[in-house]
C-alpha cells in the first residue's frame, strides 16, 4: 500500500518515519509548527531524499488532503497542528503503530513508568547473549521504523513504548508485552492518574491467547486476554518471580543471584525478574540467561556510580524523573544518605514520599521550579534550597562525612534547567568529578 502521508513533527521518530514510508514509495510531506536551526538542518537532509515539508503558521493550517499522518509522540492533539488533520478526518497514527504494520518479525514491547530503558536492553542483552539476534528500540532512542527499514538478519524486536506512544496505537500487537510498574507522572498531559495508567493498558490491547502478558503483581490490572506471568521483589506477595536476600526464584527454584550481575537494588531485582520472564516465555534455559545477563554493563543516570572523594560516594540518577523512581533509589542506598533533590513542575506533590525521607535522608538539598515546594512538604528535616545544580554540589561536598553517599535524584523532569535529564546527569558528572 502507498499513497499520500503526512508527518507531524521532525524529531527522531517523525525522520524514521518520513523515511519508512518513502522506501515504500509514499509521497511524504513534513509538517512542523517549529522553524528553529536544527529543524531546518534536519529538513534540507530529508529534503535530498524526495521529502517535502511545510513549517510554522502555515503547517497549521495547511489544507491538503492525506491518505495517512504519523503523529510524532511529544505532539499533544490539543495542538493546532494536530487539530488540522483532525477536522479533515485523516487517520492519525504514531510512529510505534506504522512500524508495527511493517514489520514481519515478532515484537517484545516494554512499558512503565519506571525501568523501560534498563529491562529494554537487558533482554537485547540476553537473547543475543543466547543466540536470538534481537535489537532494541523506540523510546529507548533508535527509532522502531529506522530497525524496520532496515532489519538486517534480526529475529526479534525489543521496543521500549512509552504512555504518549501508546495513545496513537491502532493494531500494535506484541507477542510478550512487560508492564514494569506504575506511578504518578506526566500528571501535566494527563487529567489524573487513571488516564495515565489508561494509555499504558493499551500495550495489552489486541493482545490474544496465544500471547504473554509479564506483569507485577503490585499493580491490579484489569482481566488481560493473553497468558500471564507475574513478578515482585517485594515480599508477601505471591507471584512466579519472587526474591529473597539477593536471590531470585522461579515459581520456586533459585535462578540467579543478583550478586553476579552489575546491577544494585530492588529496582533492578524487578527488572531482572522481567526480563528473565520474557527469555523464558521464548524457551530459553535460566542458566544461559543469567550467564548472559551478567555481562551486561547498566546505563548512564540510573543510581550510577559516580567516583568517591575524601570517603563519600557519589551517585548520579538523573534518569529520576518521578516519585517511584526517586523511592527505589533511596530505598536502595545502605549508607547515610544526602539526597539532591527537585526540578520542574510536573502536576504532583512530594507529600507523599515525606515519611520516607525523614527517615531514610540525613540532608536534603533542593533545587529547580519545584524546591520550595518540595522544601515545604519535607519540612521535618529542614532542607536546604540551593539555586543552581553547582551551588548543590557544593554544598554536599561540605556537609558530607566518610561513609555517606550523596545521591542526586530529582524525582521529577529537569526541563526548568537543563535540555533533558542526560544533560542534567552530565553536568552533574562533570561537577562531582572537579571537585578537589
Same mark, same amino acid.
Given at each position: 500500500?502507498?499513497?499520500?502521508?503526512?508527518?507531524?513533527?521532525?524529531?527522531?521518530?517523525?525522520?524514521?518515519? +518520513?523515511?519508512?514510508?518513502?522506501?515504500?514509495?509514499?509521497?511524504?510531506?513534513?509538517?512542523?509548527?517549529? $522553524?528553529?536551526?536544527?529543524?531546518?538542518?534536519?529538513?534540507?537532509?530529508?529534503?535530498?531524499?524526495?521529502?517535502?515539508?511545510?513549517?510554522?503558521?502555515?503547517?497549521?493550517?495547511?489544507?491538503?488532503?492525506?491518505?495517512?499522518?504519523?503523529?510524532?509522540?511529544?505532539?499533544?492533539?490539543?495542538?493546532?497542528?494536530?487539530?488540522?488533520?483532525?477536522?479533515?478526518?485523516?487517520?492519525?497514527?504514531?510512529?510505534?503503530?506504522?512500524?508495527?504494520?511493517?514489520?514481519?518479525?515478532?515484537?517484545?514491547?516494554?512499558?512503565?513508568?519506571?525501568?523501560?530503558?534498563?529491562?529494554?536492553?537487558?533482554?537485547?542483552?540476553?537473547?543475543?547473549?543466547?543466540?536470538?539476534? +534481537?535489537?532494541?528500540?523506540?523510546?529507548?532512542?533508535?527509532?522502531?521504523?529506522?530497525?524496520?527499514?532496515?532489519?538486517?538478519?534480526?529475529?526479534?524486536?525489543?521496543?521500549?513504548?512509552?504512555?504518549?506512544?501508546?495513545?496513537?496505537?491502532?493494531?500494535?500487537?506484541?507477542?510478550?508485552?512487560?508492564?514494569?510498574?506504575?506511578?504518578?507522572?506526566?500528571?501535566?498531559?494527563?487529567?489524573?492518574?487513571?488516564?495515565?495508567?489508561?494509555?499504558?493498558?493499551?500495550?495489552?490491547?489486541? $493482545?490474544?491467547?496465544?500471547?504473554?502478558?509479564?506483569?507485577?503483581?503490585?499493580?491490579?490490572?484489569?482481566?488481560?486476554?493473553?497468558?500471564?506471568?507475574?513478578?515482585?521483589?517485594?515480599?508477601?506477595?505471591?507471584?512466579?518471580?519472587?526474591?529473597?536476600?539477593?536471590?531470585?526464584?522461579? $515459581?520456586?527454584?533459585?535462578?540467579?543471584?543478583?550478586?553476579?550481575?552489575?546491577?544494585?537494588?530492588?529496582?533492578?531485582?524487578?527488572?531482572?525478574?522481567?526480563?528473565?520472564?520474557?527469555?523464558?516465555?521464548?524457551?530459553?534455559?535460566?542458566?544461559?540467561?543469567?550467564?548472559?545477563?551478567?555481562?551486561?554493563?547498566?546505563?548512564?543516570?540510573?543510581?550510577?556510580?559516580?567516583?568517591?572523594?575524601?570517603?563519600?560516594?557519589?551517585?548520579?540518577?538523573?534518569?529520576?524523573?518521578?516519585?517511584?523512581?526517586?523511592?527505589?533509589?533511596?530505598?536502595?542506598?545502605?549508607?547515610?544518605?544526602?539526597?539532591?533533590?527537585?526540578?520542574?513542575?510536573?502536576?504532583?506533590?512530594?507529600?507523599?514520599?515525606?515519611?520516607?525521607?525523614?527517615?531514610?535522608?540525613?540532608?536534603?538539598?533542593?533545587?529547580?521550579?519545584?524546591?520550595?515546594?518540595?522544601?515545604?512538604?519535607?519540612?521535618?528535616?529542614?532542607?536546604?534550597?540551593?539555586?543552581?545544580?553547582?551551588?548543590?554540589?557544593?554544598?554536599?561536598?561540605?556537609?558530607?562525612?566518610?561513609?555517606?553517599?550523596?545521591?542526586?535524584?530529582?524525582?521529577?523532569?529537569?526541563?526548568?534547567?537543563?535540555?533533558?535529564?542526560?544533560?542534567?546527569?552530565?553536568?552533574?558528572?562533570?561537577?562531582?568529578?572537579?571537585?578537589?
Amino acid at each position: 500500500m502507498s499513497g499520500k502521508a503526512a508527518i507531524l513533527g521532525v524529531g527522531s521518530s517523525g525522520q524514521a518515519a +518520513a523515511r519508512l514510508l518513502r522506501s515504500r514509495g509514499w509521497s511524504v510531506t513534513i509538517l512542523n509548527s517549529l $522553524q528553529s536551526p536544527a529543524v531546518c538542518s534536519r529538513i534540507e537532509t530529508l529534503a535530498k531524499e524526495d521529502i517535502s515539508f511545510i513549517t510554522g503558521r502555515a503547517a497549521e493550517t495547511d489544507a491538503a488532503s492525506y491518505d495517512l499522518c504519523v503523529m510524532s509522540p511529544g505532539i499533544d492533539t490539543a495542538t493546532p497542528i494536530v487539530q488540522n488533520i483532525l477536522r479533515k478526518d485523516i487517520p492519525l497514527i504514531g510512529e510505534i503503530e506504522l512500524a508495527f504494520r511493517e514489520c514481519s518479525l515478532p515484537i517484545i514491547a516494554v512499558t512503565g513508568t519506571n525501568g523501560k530503558t534498563t529491562t529494554t536492553e537487558l533482554i537485547k542483552t540476553l537473547l543475543n547473549g543466547c543466540g536470538i539476534r +534481537a535489537q532494541a528500540c523506540g523510546n529507548i532512542g533508535l527509532p522502531f521504523s529506522e530497525v524496520v527499514r532496515h532489519p538486517s538478519d534480526l529475529q526479534t524486536v525489543v521496543v521500549e513504548v512509552s504512555s504518549f506512544q501508546l495513545e496513537t496505537i491502532r493494531t500494535f500487537r506484541p507477542h510478550i508485552a512487560l508492564w514494569l510498574n506504575l506511578s504518578p507522572n506526566h500528571l501535566d498531559r494527563y487529567r489524573c492518574l487513571e488516564d495515565y495508567r489508561n494509555a499504558k493498558l493499551r500495550i495489552f490491547l489486541n $493482545q490474544t491467547e496465544e500471547d504473554f502478558a509479564i506483569v507485577n503483581v503490585r499493580d491490579k490490572l484489569p482481566r488481560l486476554a493473553a497468558k500471564q506471568i507475574t513478578f515482585s521483589a517485594y515480599k508477601k506477595k505471591n507471584a512466579d518471580f519472587t526474591r529473597q536476600g539477593t536471590e531470585i526464584f522461579f $515459581q520456586g527454584t533459585a535462578i540467579l543471584n543478583q550478586k553476579h550481575t552489575r546491577l544494585e537494588g530492588i529496582h533492578n531485582t524487578e527488572n531482572l525478574m522481567a526480563s528473565l520472564a520474557a527469555g523464558h516465555c521464548l524457551g530459553l534455559g535460566f542458566a544461559d540467561m543469567a550467564k548472559a545477563i551478567s555481562q551486561y554493563m547498566p546505563p548512564q543516570h540510573r543510581c550510577e556510580f559516580v567516583r568517591e572523594q575524601k570517603g563519600v560516594r557519589w551517585l548520579n540518577d538523573s534518569k529520576s524523573t518521578n516519585l517511584d523512581s526517586l523511592t527505589k533509589a533511596i530505598e536502595s542506598q545502605t549508607t547515610p544518605l544526602i539526597l539532591i533533590a527537585g526540578g520542574k513542575n510536573k502536576g504532583f506533590e512530594f507529600d507523599s514520599i515525606a515519611p520516607l525521607i525523614s527517615k531514610r535522608v540525613k540532608i536534603a538539598i533542593l533545587i529547580g521550579e519545584m524546591r520550595h515546594r518540595i522544601a515545604a512538604s519535607w519540612h521535618a528535616i529542614s532542607p536546604k534550597v540551593s539555586e543552581t545544580l553547582e551551588d548543590a554540589v557544593n554544598l554536599a561536598a561540605s556537609l558530607a562525612k566518610s561513609g555517606d553517599s550523596v545521591l542526586f535524584s530529582p524525582g521529577t523532569s529537569s526541563y526548568d534547567m537543563f535540555a533533558n535529564y542526560e544533560d542534567r546527569g552530565n553536568r552533574f558528572k562533570k561537577l562531582v568529578n572537579s571537585l578537589p
